[in-house]
C-alpha cells in the first residue's frame, strides 16, 4: 500500500502513516494523538491531532 497523509482539522498538522512503520508524526516532532470527532454529521470519526492542540 501507498503512504497516505492524514490532516487534523483545526490545529494545522499533519502526519504521514507508512505501512510498515506505525510510528506517525505532527508537523511539530510529536507523535499524533487519535481524536474522535464529538459532534456533527462526522460524528465518532476518528482523526489525528496534534498533541499540544487543546
Do not use: H, Q
Amino acid at each position: 500500500m501507498s503512504a497516505r497523509k492524514a490532516t487534523s482539522f483545526g490545529s494545522g498538522s499533519s502526519s504521514t502513516s507508512r505501512r510498515g512503520n506505525r510510528e506517525v508524526k505532527c508537523n511539530c516532532g510529536n507523535d499524533v494523538v487519535i481524536r474522535t470527532v464529538k459532534n456533527g454529521p462526522n460524528s465518532g470519526s476518528k482523526f489525528y491531532g496534534c498533541p499540544l492542540w487543546p
